[in-house]
């Protein structure tokens, strides 16, 4: 690396990911078609063994009520029937009270919080001072020598949630790259610019009470990036997050 | 026997008769007969018979294994016969045109839908694939050194596990009612 000194600024961002928790809403086709798969299933099947006790038993009942003749007393024992069975069943099920899909999070829309939108990706977004301007951005730092990029993006993530901070990166490679010129006010001959390269991670630990947050910082879907990032900024990033 | 005769004639003589010279008492009349020879000739002949019967257990058992291996029938596919009995088929109202007439439409839609929602994966996914590529070549153009860094396989990425989505999110504090699970799968060997 004796070459002369490039007049770019190397910067590594990282794009911290959280997964979703749970299943995305159904679409209105889709729906449909599950409908139409169980009413399908249910018209080319046979009964099974729990149907058939309950189709006997119901026999049974009926000749009990038609012919009151004292066979049941003749038999001694109370039989459970499959139908008693069933409402047992159905009371176990009510009482059940599985955790809320919208959250409290969602309710009051505190964008801080992990809680929020569970079907959807969550990008960490942290307030940054580049050059004389407070932006909303990736968190970035700048490469020094001696370090891969993707070493600077972990040192990235470590700076703004610290140091146990649990997340895959995937892979090695950059994902993207932002190129911006600075200001003709601070462009020199050497230092033209920034080149910003993103990498990709996902936060593997679920909660970040541990973590110190050294600056404001959010958790935003894809859809909201638009309120926060600038366009070309935004543009660049769009292109390497899937929904 | 002609000593059995002559014994069963009880004389009031007090010197016994001895039928043949074989004959060591009056009271025994078969012990003495010769037994010498015969011990030497079972010894020979035995070992060879049960080396003729290792030799062909052995060639049996070889057959056997050179056959092929029984197959291990799959469970799924074979349908256990109580289910084909006549009783159990269910008693639904056919269908009537309009109700055909709608899947058919519902079915052709989805066709649709889907197409749509591939298209778009494969979109996403080309749109991911360009950027890395102008990513990396950005990066040659700066230094050649941290581009060989970052196109070296990444070994600790695989595997890769990850628990998928659930419907609700997990409770706090729930507390799972405890129970055993015994497997009963059977497990064949060939």
Same mark, same amino acid.
């Given at each position: ?8 600024r ?11 928790r ?7 086709e ?40 004292? &066979? ?8 459970? @029937? !499959?139908?008693? +069975? ?5 009371? %176990?099920? #009510? ?51 001696? &370090? ?8 990235? @993530? !470590?700076?703004? +949630? ?5 997340? %895959?990166v #995937? ?54 990036l ?12 769009n ?5 | ?33 010769p ?76 066709c ?67 129970g ?7 497990v064949?060997?060939?």
């Amino acid at each position: 690396s004796a070459a002369a000194r490039r007049p770019w600024r190397l910067f590594g961002a990282m794009c911290l990911l959280r997964l979703p928790r749970i299943t995305q809403p159904l679409e209105k086709e889709e729906e449909e078609v599950a409908a139409l798969m169980e009413q399908i299933e249910l018209e080319r099947s046979l009964y099974s063994d729990h149907e058939m006790r309950k189709l006997e038993e119901e026999e049974q009942l009926k000749k009990k009520m038609e012919s009151l003749y004292d &066979e049941d007393e003749a038999h001694g024992k109370t039989v459970i @029937m !499959a139908q008693d +069975l069933e409402e047992k069943w159905e009371q %176990k099920f #009510l009482r059940f009270k599985a955790a809320p899909r919208i959250t409290d999070a969602d309710k009051s829309n505190d964008r801080t919080s992990l809680n929020r939108k569970l079907d959807s990706n969550l990008m960490l977004l942290v307030k940054q001072k580049i050059g004389n301007q407070e932006l909303w951005l990736l968190p970035q730092v700048e490469w020094q020598p001696g &370090e891969t990029l993707r070493n600077t993006a972990e040192r990235a @993530m !470590a700076m703004f +949630l610290g140091d146990h901070i649990q997340a %895959k990166v #995937l892979g090695n490679a950059p994902y993207g790259i932002y190129k911006y010129k600075f200001p003709k006010a601070i462009r020199t001959e050497n230092n033209v610019g920034a080149k910003v390269f993103f990498f990709k991670a996902f936060l593997q630990s679920s909660d970040l009470s541990q973590a110190e947050l050294k600056a404001d910082h959010l958790w935003v879907t894809k859809k909201e990036l638009g309120d926060y990032l600038h366009s070309e900024y935004l543009k660049k990033v769009n292109r390497f997050l899937l929904d | 026997l002609c000593c059995f005769s002559s014994c069963s004639s009880w004389l009031p003589q007090r010197v016994p008769l001895r039928g043949s010279h074989w004959q060591s008492s009056l009271l025994e009349f078969r012990t003495s007969l010769p037994v010498r020879a015969q011990p030497k000739k079972k010894k020979k002949v035995d070992v060879k018979k049960e080396q003729a019967q290792k030799e062909r257990m052995k060639k049996k058992l070889k057959k056997l294994e050179k056959a092929a291996p029984e197959l291990i029938p799959i469970e799924d596919f074979i349908t256990p016969l109580k289910y084909t009995e006549n009783n159990r088929v269910r008693s639904l109202p056919a269908l009537s045109p309009e109700e055909s007439e709608r899947r058919v439409l519902l079915l052709k839609k989805w066709c649709l839908f889907k197409q749509k929602q591939d298209e778009a994966e494969k979109k996403a996914i080309k749109a991911l694939v360009e950027s890395q590529q102008e990513a990396l070549r950005e990066l040659q153009l700066e230094s050649e050194e941290l581009y060989q860094a970052a196109i070296l396989r990444d070994e600790g990425l695989f595997p890769f596990e990850r628990e998928g989505p659930s419907y609700t999110p997990p409770l706090p504090g729930y507390d799972p009612p405890e129970g055993k699970c015994i497997d009963v799968t059977k497990v064949y060997t060939q």
